[in-house]
């Protein structure tokens, strides 16, 4: 079956540093979506990419989708406490999304 | 607007005891519902998921059931949980299917059996 790998699992920085993480697919997904789930909470939709090749910014944060669909990736730039979290890649060749197991984001003040 | 609605918040619960989870969505009509169960520090693994009333697919076998009486209604029960049963319960909704796929989430379930 469909399998949606995220790497890494766990990202400690530096508050201002940069932080990426990277979703890999087997197959090729008909869009992307993300998803923040704060520590004690719930996930949280926070983009979906739909285009071979497509950018997307939202303030410090910069998503994009591979140009063969089927990987993607979310970059944050100058991390802030705010940004602490765990973050979900979903990947949907048809139908219902595939979830990759997040990588933890924490930051140090 | 549409929301998503789960109760109770959490729930402690004696091993062999039984569990009923209701999750309900306002503000849409004919979503596609999931059940999903997260252990601490881990990811989402997909348990149930419906397309209609009455239509479940099951994704994991398990001890656990679910069942869509109504549209917007989404129930997850099992008649004797076991230890391995405890995490975060959460339910989501999203419409049609497809292209649009987006997930919302509910608050989620934090369940512990002991």
């Known amino acids: 079956g469909q399998q949606v790998m995220q790497i890494p699992q766990y990202q400690h920085v530096q508050e201002g540093e940069d932080f990426t993480t990277y979703c890999n697919s087997s197959t090729t997904l008909s869009n992307i979506q993300w998803y923040k789930q704060r520590p004690g909470g719930h996930p949280v939709f926070l983009i979906q990419?739909?285009?071979?090749?497509e950018v997307k910014k939202q303030k410090r944060l910069t998503f994009q989708f591979g140009e063969a669909k089927k990987n993607s990736s979310l970059h944050i730039t100058a991390t802030q406490t705010t940004d602490v979290g765990t973050y979900f890649c979903a990947g949907s060749p048809s139908g219902k999304s595939t979830f990759g197991d997040g990588t933890t984001l924490t930051v140090k003040p | 607007s549409q929301t998503i609605h789960q109760w109770p918040a959490t729930l402690v619960q004696p091993v062999g005891s039984p569990l009923s989870l209701e999750c309900t969505v306002e503000g849409t009509s004919n979503p596609n519902l999931y059940w999903y169960r997260q252990a601490a520090g881990r990811g989402l693994q997909l348990l149930f998921y419906s397309v209609g009333i009455g239509q479940i697919s099951s994704e994991v076998p398990q001890n656990l059931s679910a069942s869509r009486p109504q549209d917007r209604q989404f129930i997850l029960s099992s008649k004797k949980l076991l230890l391995s049963d405890s995490g975060f319960y959460l339910c989501?909704?999203?419409?049609?299917?497809?292209?649009?796929?987006?997930?919302?989430f509910g608050p989620g379930t934090r369940l512990t059996v002991l």
């Open positions: 990419l739909v285009k071979s090749g």
């Open positions: 989501a909704w999203s419409v049609g299917g497809g292209v649009t796929d987006t997930q919302y």
